[in-house]
């Protein structure tokens, strides 16, 4: 199956199967996070970023939740293609690809041990390397894929008379490029990994939302 300029496996696919890939997608992804964040030894939900967990013995979990929620995404986005229609159908499944490539880049390219994290590590170690740059540009492909599609998906709502749906994208967004934002200037420190995890949180509550809406008309 053909969406506009991504091609994706999805024929034969049902479009309410596809939404609740999206649906899921979310709960999955912080379910895996945070519970490896209160088991693994040494990781501090409020020091370490949730990618920090693909380091280590037990890291093929975080890249293994990377993989499986970038592709719940990317099947979110064809079943939008199919369900939006007006404004944002175009570009609201194409930023929410971009969203789940930029998840399945960051499992290629894990992040640099850092802040003592894998046991072992300096407290102190803070190098980058090229893998690390590479996860830091996938991140950066990711996030501002899903801050787009946020907005995208905002101006749809707005099209069809849905204030509630248009705010909370609109919010969601604007949240999540302030705490991406906040996290890369604020150099790893607490109160910029605490704002992103929420961000995060809600961020994948939003994909949520968006897709059992959509569904509900599939």
Same mark, same amino acid.
């Given at each position: 199956?053909?969406?506009?300029?991504?091609?994706?496996?999805?024929?034969?696919?049902?479009?309410?199967?596809?939404? =609740?890939?999206? @649906? /899921?997608? %979310?709960? +999955?992804?912080? $379910?895996?996070?945070? &519970?490896?964040?209160? #088991?693994?030894? *040494?990781?501090?939900?409020?020091?370490?970023?949730?990618?920090?967990?693909?380091?280590?013995?037990?890291?093929?979990?975080?890249? =293994?939740?990377? @993989? /499986?929620? %970038?592709? +719940?995404?990317? $099947?979110?986005?064809? &079943?939008?293609?199919? #369900?939006?229609? *007006?404004?944002?159908?175009?570009?609201?499944?194409?930023?929410?690809?971009?969203?789940?490539?930029?998840?399945?880049?960051?499992?290629?390219?894990?992040?640099?041990?850092?802040?003592?994290?894998?046991?072992?590590?300096?407290?102190?170690?803070?190098?980058?390397?090229?893998?690390?740059?590479?996860?830091?540009?996938?991140?950066?492909?990711?996030?501002?894929?899903?801050?787009?599609?946020?907005?995208?998906?905002?101006?749809?709502?707005?099209?069809?008379?849905?204030?509630?749906?248009?705010?909370?994208?609109?919010?969601?967004?604007?949240?999540?490029?302030?705490?991406?934002?906040?996290?890369?200037?604020?150099?790893?420190?607490?109160?910029?990994?605490?704002?992103?995890?929420?961000?995060?949180?809600?961020?994948?509550?939003?994909?949520?939302?968006?897709?059992?809406?959509?569904?509900?008309?599939?």
């Amino acid at each position: 199956m053909t969406t506009n300029d991504v091609t994706i496996p999805a024929a034969g696919v049902s479009t309410r199967a596809l939404l =609740t890939a999206g @649906v /899921v997608a %979310g709960p +999955l992804y912080v $379910a895996v996070w945070l &519970g490896q964040a209160f #088991t693994r030894d *040494g990781f501090d939900i409020t020091r370490h970023p949730a990618s920090l967990l693909a380091n280590g013995g037990p890291g093929w979990i975080q890249t =293994t939740n990377f @993989v /499986v929620s %970038g592709l +719940l995404s990317i $099947a979110a986005a064809v &079943g939008l293609r199919r #369900t939006l229609t *007006g404004r944002g159908r175009t570009w609201a499944p194409r930023l929410v690809t971009a969203y789940g490539v930029g998840l399945l880049l960051a499992a290629i390219l894990p992040a640099d041990p850092a802040a003592g994290f894998p046991v072992g590590t300096p407290a102190d170690y803070a190098e980058i390397s090229t893998r690390g740059m590479g996860h830091f540009v996938a991140g950066s492909i990711g996030f501002s894929g899903l801050i787009a599609a946020c907005l995208v998906v905002a101006a749809h709502y707005r099209s069809i008379g849905n204030r509630a749906l248009a705010r909370f994208s609109t919010i969601t967004g604007i949240l999540f490029f302030a705490a991406f934002a906040g996290l890369s200037a604020g150099a790893g420190s607490r109160p910029t990994i605490i704002a992103f995890d929420l961000a995060v949180t809600l961020a994948w509550t939003w994909l949520t939302i968006i897709c059992a809406n959509k569904r509900r008309t599939a």
